[in-house]
């Protein structure tokens, strides 16, 4: 690997790195709290587009966790920031939950299922064949397709439920049209999350506990990416993929004296 500068900025993926199955990753908090103390501009990544930045908080602060409302960035805030940029002003019908609509509202869409700019698909723990018939129609009618994220299903205590990307394929293969997906992996979120924190990718380090949307994003970003062995990909597994991450730990824990 070439020689990068020290890191001046981090990101970190929030399941699977710092909570593990609704418990604290040990070290985790201590990291967090390392990384609060050095001054250094940080950010807590999601996929998921359910919550607000604010319930995530609430979430983490259950467990321990000392993060401010400001350090949590969704694919929710990507995907209305993308938007905002992409057409301000603009219009939406969305299907999705508080996490996504409240990040809409907040750079200014109208929500609307009359002629919108944009279907925009997020998650939800109650998908509606209503809702999808709707998106459906509107993408038919000329409405552009942007999806918070590609996750093709998501966990539960009963086991594994269908996610936002399984609804868009059942969308694309109704109309034909494939969405735009703003969150991991694709590298739009790690730029939307830099850019949020006025950090650059070459002195940013990236932490991840998949190989195939934290590691993959964060190397298309340019940043140093670290693969924690505390959720979904192991050592034998990040093998067999054709790029690497710049190293591999057991978990953040590990990482906490080179803040």
Same mark, same amino acid.
């Given at each position: 690997?070439?020689?990068?500068?020290?890191?001046?900025? *981090?990101?970190?993926?929030?399941?699977?790195?710092?909570? =593990?199955?609704? !418990?604290?990753?040990? +070290?985790?908090?201590?990291?967090?709290? &390392?990384?609060?103390?050095?001054?250094?501009?940080?950010?807590?990544?999601?996929?998921?587009?359910?919550?607000?930045?604010?319930?995530? !908080?609430?979430?983490?602060?259950?467990?321990?966790?000392?993060?401010?409302?400001?350090?949590? *960035?969704?694919?929710?805030?990507?995907?209305? !920031?993308?938007?905002?940029?992409? &057409?301000?002003? +603009?219009?939406?019908?969305?299907? $999705?939950?508080? $996490?996504?609509?409240?990040?809409? =509202?907040?750079? +200014?869409?109208?929500?609307?299922?009359?002629?919108?700019?944009? %279907?925009?698909?997020?998650?939800?723990?109650?998908?509606?064949?209503?809702?999808?018939?709707?998106?459906?129609?509107?993408?038919?009618?000329?409405?552009?397709? /942007?999806?918070?994220?590609?996750?093709?299903? @998501?966990?539960?205590?009963?086991?594994?439920?269908?996610?936002?990307?399984?609804?868009?394929?059942?969308?694309?293969?109704?109309?034909?049209?494939?969405?735009?997906?703003? @969150?991991?992996?694709?590298?739009?979120?790690?730029?939307?999350?830099?850019?949020? /924190?006025?950090?650059?990718?070459?002195?940013?380090?990236?932490? $991840?506990? &998949?190989?195939?949307?934290?590691?993959?994003? $964060?190397?298309?970003? @340019?940043?140093?990416?670290?693969?924690?062995?505390?959720? /979904?990909?192991? &050592?034998?597994?990040?093998?067999?993929?054709?790029?690497?991450?710049?190293?591999?730990?057991?978990? %953040?824990?590990?990482?906490?004296?080179?803040?």
């Amino acid at each position: 690997m070439r020689d990068r500068k020290p890191a001046e900025a *981090w990101l970190t993926d929030m399941d699977g790195v710092l909570v =593990h199955e609704g !418990q604290p990753v040990p +070290g985790a908090p201590e990291f967090i709290s &390392r990384l609060r103390a050095s001054g250094k501009p940080f950010l807590v990544l999601t996929n998921n587009s359910i919550y607000t930045p604010r319930d995530l !908080q609430a979430r983490l602060t259950r467990m321990g966790f000392d993060v401010p409302e400001q350090s949590i *960035w969704t694919a929710a805030l990507a995907t209305a !920031q993308f938007l905002t940029d992409q &057409r301000p002003g +603009g219009s939406a019908y969305v299907i $999705g939950e508080a $996490g996504l609509t409240t990040a809409m =509202h907040a750079v +200014g869409y109208i929500l609307s299922d009359f002629a919108p700019d944009y %279907v925009v698909l997020g998650e939800t723990r109650t998908y509606s064949f209503e809702a999808i018939t709707k998106a459906v129609r509107l993408i038919d009618g000329g409405a552009r397709f /942007i999806c918070t994220n590609p996750d093709p299903t @998501g966990p539960s205590a009963e086991g594994a439920l269908p996610a936002a990307g399984s609804v868009a394929a059942m969308i694309s293969k109704a109309t034909g049209v494939e969405p735009y997906f703003v @969150g991991k992996p694709n590298p739009m979120m790690m730029r939307s999350a830099l850019n949020a /924190i006025e950090a650059h990718s070459e002195s940013t380090l990236m932490i $991840g506990d &998949r190989m195939d949307t934290d590691i993959l994003c $964060g190397l298309e970003a @340019g940043m140093e990416t670290v693969l924690v062995l505390t959720g /979904i990909s192991t &050592r034998a597994e990040a093998e067999r993929y054709p790029y690497r991450p710049s190293r591999i730990v057991d978990s %953040v824990a590990d990482l906490v004296d080179e803040i």
